[in-house]
């Protein structure tokens, strides 16, 4: 999928892959044919959820309020196409950082930094801005975080730093090479500390300046953030809970619960697929056993396949709500999902 600008900020938003009708659209500079009134996002969700209670605010480039006019109730964006992105528009998101953050009136916080994307454009990622532009992100990081830990009012919030693309080694994306797909996203929390223990090893040798933690897919942000922050999930996103994040949902049946919700609404926004599976296909379960699902011939047999596993988990779990079920449920949930999200979407590694 395209790494540009316009396509990721739609897929962070709505957990769905985006076209490539959104290169043209990433270039047009045309608010009237990018805007999304009424679009089921994250960000619709939350805001609908608080009923009027709390604000939703957006400080960065005009894309976000250009796709999103009717969502924003605090807002000041500058234009990427005019205005040197070096520094200006990471001065004035930064300028409304202390206001916003002895705040206590939005629900969610947006900020959209330009800067190191027109380094990366103008010089590569080695270049001799990269560094200064780093440290100055270091230092809106870790002020956000200072508030986090210290201001009962902010006690409770999630900062989510994330990059919605990577870059080739001449600064470049738009593309789907792999260093242009892979990004980094780290959630921060006091809340979060402790929860979180996956690690995987890595799949390529390491390097002075590379480190591994695992990966996911773009738009699993969408379903995790509905989990994390208690709305429900857009209709169509197709991404599923960051199974390192689970922990964060609390002990129990917590977490298994909201994956069936996500399961749930996964499998609904996948029904043509499957629909279209039931009725042009012979496929049939043999005696009633799930137990290899990759005798199949099809992706699309084979995700048939596990979410019929799903069901029976849930079944099983219903009947007999032991541990033991419940970690089958949740085990079997992430292999339909990651089964049937057919769409290859740009990799985050996740730094929890």
Same mark, same amino acid.
């Given at each position: ?67 999103? *006019? ?7 964006? +500058?234009? @990427?196409?005019?205005?040197? #992105?070096? $520094?200006? %528009? ?87 090479? *792999? ?7 780290? +959630?921060? @929390?006091?809340?979060?500390? #402790?929860? $979180?223990? %996956? ?98 011939? @099809? ?54």
């Amino acid at each position: 999928m395209p790494t540009l600008t316009v396509s990721r900020i739609k897929a962070l938003t709505q957990g769905s892959s985006q076209s490539f009708l959104d290169a043209w659209l990433n270039v047009a500079n045309s608010p009237e044919a990018m805007r999304l009134d009424g679009e089921d996002t994250w960000l619709s969700r939350l805001k609908a959820s608080r009923r009027g209670t709390k604000k939703i605010v957006f400080y960065g480039i005009e894309m976000w309020v250009d796709l999103y *006019p009717d969502i924003f109730d605090r807002k000041e964006d +500058f234009s @990427s196409f005019h205005v040197p #992105g070096l $520094t200006n %528009i990471d001065t004035n998101v930064t300028r409304h950082l202390p206001d916003e953050l002895a705040r206590d009136d939005w629900a969610a916080l947006v900020l959209h930094y330009l800067g190191l994307d027109c380094i990366a454009h103008m010089g590569g990622p080695r270049s001799a801005h990269m560094r200064p532009k780093q440290l100055e992100m270091d230092s809106v990081v870790e002020s956000i975080y200072r508030t986090l830990e210290t201001e009962a009012h902010m006690e409770g919030t999630l900062l989510v730093l994330l990059g919605d693309h990577g870059m080739t080694a001449q600064g470049n994306h738009g593309g789907r090479l *792999p260093e242009e797909l892979a990004a980094a996203t780290v +959630f921060i @929390s006091p809340r979060l500390q #402790g929860t $979180t223990s %996956i690690r995987r090893d890595s799949p390529l040798a390491t390097a002075q300046d590379y480190l591994y933690y695992s990966t996911v897919n773009q738009i699993d942000i969408v379903p995790s953030l509905s989990g994390l922050l208690g709305f429900p999930i857009p209709e169509r996103n197709a991404g599923v809970f960051i199974p390192e994040l689970l922990p964060a949902l609390g002990d129990g049946d917590a977490a298994a619960e909201f994956l069936v919700e996500n399961a749930r609404q996964l499998r609904h926004a996948l029904g043509s697929s499957m629909q279209h599976l039931d009725s042009n296909s012979n496929l049939s379960r043999q005696d009633g056993s799930y137990t290899d699902c990759e005798e199949y011939g @099809s992706e699309l047999g084979r995700a048939m396949c596990l979410w019929d596993v799903v069901v029976e988990a849930e079944k099983n779990w219903q009947i007999a709500p032991s541990a033991e079920a419940r970690e089958i449920l949740k085990s079997s949930i992430y292999k339909a999902c990651v089964k049937s999200n057919y769409l290859r979407c740009p990799l985050l590694y996740v730094f929890p």
